[in-house]
């Protein structure tokens, strides 16, 4: 039986021992700072989201992630559900959670009641003269270098230890759907990207990817920013201060999304992504095979130590 259905991921949750360098590395990956004090930075898109990283001051590694609920109400039928309780949520905005601890021993939450922060301004869309049609005239095209602007989170990956295991406790609590089923056998799945039960509302084709690797690990997290353009100047601006590309660019085949895979000072994945596929919940699953999984429309192959 259902619990809920989440609307969307919220954040990611990390412990670094140094949060000038984190902010540092984030701002240069494109997000703005919501609030920081001496233990905790909070760092937002130009979204209406409080916040979608947080740093806690610690030992470095991955803190756990959290999903947006529709309201306080269905958090109440949460924790009813998992024997637990809401409580306030620190932080931007402030809010109500319930936490969990999944399978693997992640930490997950689920919130709800947030304030929204003032949504910042992307810069403005210039039409593309392309082979089919042209539509912008006696204007040149400029992108001015820096940052690339992140607009949210989009999805997170885990690796974890039993896929099926997995699969029936996010689906039970958050109503996940699957959208692609990557089939290694007709009797065994690796994983399967899943999305949000919006009914008639588009949703992305992922917000939450499970691999059943057998060891429980962080994969990447996914953040959504303007454009291609936006996306080439992001890869530009982190390529010049040399910080640790992953995998990128080029255009995935599940999700279609253009990537460009990046590490945090402590080895964290985190991805920018443009222009990814929207699915209804009528629109149903599908399987998919490993080659799809790790190959390109085009672009640079998935490296070897990709998640390592």
Request: proline residues 6%; glycine residues 10%; aromatic residues 10%.
């Amino acid at each position: 039986m259902i619990t809920t259905k989440v609307d969307d991921i919220a954040f990611v949750r990390f412990n670094a021992p140094d949060l000038d360098a984190m902010e540092t590395f984030l701002t240069d990956f494109g997000l703005t700072r919501a609030h920081r004090d001496a233990d905790t930075l909070y760092m937002r898109g130009a979204d209406g989201d409080p916040y979608y990283h947080v740093t806690h001051k610690g030992e470095p590694g991955f803190a756990g992630l959290a999903f947006e609920a529709k309201s306080v109400d269905d958090l109440q039928k949460l924790a009813r559900e998992n024997d637990t309780k809401v409580e306030p949520l620190d932080g931007p905005g402030g809010g109500h959670r319930v936490r969990l601890v999944d399978p693997n021993g992640f930490n997950v939450e689920a919130v709800a009641g947030r304030t929204p922060s003032p949504a910042q301004t992307l810069p403005d869309a210039t039409p593309v003269n392309d082979g089919r049609i042209k539509t912008r005239h006696n204007a040149f095209k400029r992108t001015q270098p820096g940052a690339a602007h992140v607009k949210r989170l989009g999805h997170a990956v885990l690796n974890v230890k039993d896929f099926r295991q997995s699969e029936q406790w996010y689906k039970q609590r958050f109503g996940f759907i699957t959208s692609d089923e990557i089939k290694l056998s007709p009797e065994f799945a690796l994983g399967a990207f899943m999305r949000c039960d919006r009914g008639n509302q588009p949703a992305d084709h992922h917000t939450l990817f499970l691999l059943g690797t057998g060891t429980p690990k962080f994969n990447h997290a996914a953040f959504e920013v303007a454009d291609l353009d936006d996306l080439m100047k992001g890869h530009d601006l982190l390529k010049s201060k040399s910080y640790t590309p992953e995998w990128g660019i080029g255009r995935h085949i599940l999700g279609s999304q253009i990537f460009d895979y990046w590490r945090d000072p402590w080895g964290h994945t985190l991805e920018h992504w443009t222009d990814g596929d929207l699915m209804t919940a009528d629109w149903g699953s599908r399987e998919a095979t490993m080659q799809d999984l790790m190959g390109v429309q085009w672009g640079m192959q998935m490296p070897a130590n990709m998640g390592g």
